[in-house]
């Protein structure tokens, strides 16, 4: 069994900065790409950023330059950090991340959300 954890959300001014971590633990071989999503009330859950084992990343057109995604592969853990954060990134983050558990079993796994809401 996989689990992902997050942590780091929490209320934040317009301006200010949050730093999101994700970790995952269980019966884990590899992991592949791991990344954030986030859905705001009544919208879909959208991709923010992604980071593959390797260090590629990518990033929506919306938080490229303030976000940073980054990951420590020896904790099997991914962090987002977010600067200059404004309203419109108030939505619920969540941790996805590609894990093999055995040489031939591969799934995509889901964290259960932390709430990021930024407001005066």
């Known amino acids: 069994q996989v689990q992902l954890v997050e942590s780091g959300g929490g209320l934040v001014q317009p301006g200010g900065s949050l730093r999101l971590s994700c970790a995952a633990s269980g019966s884990i071989f590899s992991i592949y790409s791991m990344g954030w999503y986030r859905q705001a009330p009544g919208k879909q859950r959208d991709l923010v950023a992604r980071i593959t084992s390797g260090g590629r990343t990518t990033y929506a057109d919306s938080v490229k330059g303030r976000f940073t995604i980054s990951r420590d592969n020896a904790k099997n853990t991914v962090y987002l950090q977010m600067n200059r954060l404004l309203s419109e990134d108030t939505a619920v983050y969540y941790c996805?991340?590609?894990?093999?558990?055995?040489?031939?079993?591969?799934?995509?796994?889901w964290g259960q959300g932390t709430q990021v809401t930024v407001s005066s």
């Open positions: 996805n991340a590609d894990i093999r558990t055995s040489l031939t079993r591969q799934s995509n796994y």
